[in-house]
């Protein structure tokens, strides 16, 4: 920011929690057009172009720099000069789209938004559950109220099937939510919940302090000794688990640093893993679904 006294703002790159690359760590401004194509599902078929994939940017590299449009607000660097020329976050957004108004407001006053690959982990989604009523209606009614701000000005014809769109996206996913309930209450769904096992990773003190964890929880747990991460070997380690089940990799953040955390969890493959750290500290477990003490 020192060196680019034009950024406005800067956000990173998101890790989720199974290692994979956060989309929304590089976004582009939701124009109609581009609202179209994501809305469409043009985005997702196409991510790496362009004109269709402009949502999430997907033609960038992940491992450099570059300008883009929207920052998170999920963990972003904001210049105070800036936010005192533009104004801060929007109060009609209650959650969501407060971050793409926050950078669209940056852009029009002259300033750029950065993305830079220093990387974190995201345990994202947990401010409200995606198949709540809550959701659906706060997070629709989000895009109504940037679109009405930005691009009310347009032209009735261009507006109308994007305000059409959203209506019909939020009393789909309403629709898809409530059958989903009611053939649950009738007995005629069924979705079993799987506890994952665990696969402690780190020094002998954590894996000493993870085995009682482990042990006065009931979990089912497997321990790896070791002070330097490889990838190749966690995978195989993982395939020759005797439980078909998700896996939740635990490392030892005293061991090893986010950094190495991170990179290990992007090259590791062949199973369905998620990330969880332990600290000496705290002797406390965190996951994406739960902490464990």
């Known amino acids: 920011m ?64 570059a ?16 936010l005192d020329q533009i104004g801060c976050l929007d109060e009609d957004f209650f959650m969501y789209g407060e971050d793409i108004d926050l950078s669209y407001r940056l852009l029009k006053g002259g300033f750029d938004n950065w993305y830079l690959p220093y990387p974190i982990l995201h345990y ?12 659906v209606h706060v997070f629709y009614q989000a895009m109504l ?10 032209s009735f014809c261009i507006t109308l099937p994007i305000k059409a769109a959203v209506y019909v996206k939020a009393a789909a996913a309403l629709v898809k939510m409530q059958s989903y309930r009611l053939r649950k209450s009738l007995g005629f769904t069924y979705k079993r919940h ?28 497997y321990f790896l000794f070791c002070e330097s991460l490889n990838a190749e070997i966690l995978t195989k380690h993982i395939s020759n688990m005797e439980f078909k089940t998700p896996v939740c990799i635990v490392f030892d953040t005293d061991t090893f640093s986010y950094k190495q955390i991170l990179e290990t969890m992007s090259r590791i493959s062949g199973a369905k893993v998620v990330l969880g750290t332990y600290s000496s500290k705290t002797r406390i477990v965190i996951t994406p679904r739960e902490i464990i003490k």
């Open 2 to 65: 020192d060196t680019h006294p034009k950024a406005g703002g800067a956000g990173v790159l998101m890790f989720n929690p199974d290692g994979t690359y956060a989309p929304e760590s590089r976004r582009g401004l939701p124009t109609p057009l581009t609202s179209f194509y994501k809305m469409s599902g043009l985005c997702s078929r196409f991510p790496n172009s362009r004109t269709l994939g402009r949502y999430y940017m997907g033609f960038l590299p992940w491992d450099e720099p």
């Open 124 to 135: 994202k989604g947990e401010s409200t559950q995606k198949t709540s009523f809550r959701y």
């Open 145 to 154: 109220i940037f679109f009405k701000k930005h691009y009310g000005h347009l």
């Open 67 to 82: 300008k883009i449009d929207i920052v998170s607000g999920a963990f972003c660097l904001l210049r105070r000069k800036a």
């Open 194 to 221: 799987i506890d994952p096992c665990y696969l402690f990773v780190g020094n002998s003190q954590m894996i000493d302090n993870c085995m009682i964890v482990a042990k006065r929880k009931g979990l089912a747990a």
